[in-house]
């Protein structure tokens, strides 16, 4: 019952994607345009007859269909898949078999079991050197004819994906999986939890192990598997760091699964125990006492049941912070082991016996060296009193007081010349103002002599005139 439930739930996610998908191409510009959509729905051309036409055609429809991977979460295809998503007004491209092997020649899709066969082989790095530049190459050239190609992608079955779309969508797994780690158990998730998490994602199961499949390829998760089952993920706390498995993964996992069952049934019984509350209030208030004792007993049972599961999850909380403390202390105790054999090895090159001569050599080098700089400064001293013996204090003297001699001197000098400058600009300036105030008026002629004395007798004449037209217009 439960596989049945299970596939309906997968051909339920595969049907909407195909249906979101299919709303998604819809929404193309050369999808909308019916002259446009005739154009790359139209049969592909001969590579040697029309490559530009030819190669235009195959890049739309590659970068199409792996934005429909990308955007949609339609992880692994099939032809009848894509044909549907790409269906418009009954009308769909019939060449995409010739679309999916060039897409795969060009390395930018990958067959389903091929990818899942190269992620689940485990070899060593020698064989897969040969493997990527022997094998593959050989395999390249001499592996499936055209037809053969052509024959796999027209079966409407056949499955493919695109690995740069898978890849990154394992590394948003993975980061979203890290961003939830509180605590060193954190990393170790049940399957059905993980799926939980991703039910946005709208993935199905078998898309959900090949992401898982990816991650453990790069080290970034091991499955945990109990009775060849598998029972749940570790990552990997560190990305520059494996992640290894351990045996007591599946004990923590136990301790995990046994403490959300736990939470689950508390909840579950706290909703039971609200309901048998009110229920027993309605008795009480309806006089009943047979029922209201019934579902008071009844209560009582189902609190006694939810303390005890507490209990258990407290025990089981108690349980996994011993085994984080547990395996920091191993940590810890690994990196002690780690820092004492580095120091024994860095210590190996270097002997007691050696750091004393080293220490000996520096001692007798640093007394010679103090015995050097004595004799230097004795044989300096003595150079400076032979030097002063022949020096000539009266000498000197004189030298000295003529040097001030001839400084007094100068000053004098300098002194006179800047007083005769001074004087001589003093004596500039009372000459220049003297000939400017000696400047005679000019000599009028005869002829403006008697102009000038015409009109300074009748401004006399009309000054006497003045006080006499005053005093006739006073007696009127």
Known sequence: MSNKNNSSNEKLIVEEKIRKAKQYTNGFDEMKSGERRGIIFSRIPSKQNNPDRYDNLIHFWSQSIQDVSKSCNVLIQTTKTLQ????IDNVSPMFLPLILIEMEKLGLIQR???YLAAQTSDIGWSKWLWSKCVVSPIQHYSGYSESQLQQQYQNPNTKFLVPSVIKEKAESLYQGQIEQIKSMTDNIVSYSRLEKSLLEWRISKEELDLLIQ?????GKAVIIYHNKEKRGIKFAVDESTRVQPEKSDYGILQLQNTKETLRIQEDNLVLDIERIQDDLQKSIRAKQKNHALLHLKRKKKLEDILLKR????????DLLYSIESAQSNQQIYETLITGVSTLKTVNEKLTVDQVDNIMDDYQDAMANQREIDEV????????????????????LEKELEQMEKDQEK???EKERLEKEKLEKSNVSKVSLSSSSSSNPLPIPTKDEEDELL???????????????????????
């Open 214 to 218: 990816t991650l453990v390829k790069c």
């Open 410 to 412: 100068e000053k004098l």
């Open 310 to 317: 507490r209990d258990a999850n407290s025990k089981i909380e």
């Open 112 to 114: 389903y079991e091929h």
């Open 376 to 395: 230097v400064r004795t044989g300096l001293g003595s150079i400076d009193s032979m030097s002063s013996i022949d020096v000539d204090e009266d000498q």
């Open 454 to 476: 015409k009109e300074l007798e009748s401004l006399q004449i009309e000054q006497v005139e003045k006080p006499k037209k005053q005093l006739v217009m006073e007696s009127n």
């Open 84 to 87: 549907q998503v790409f269906t």
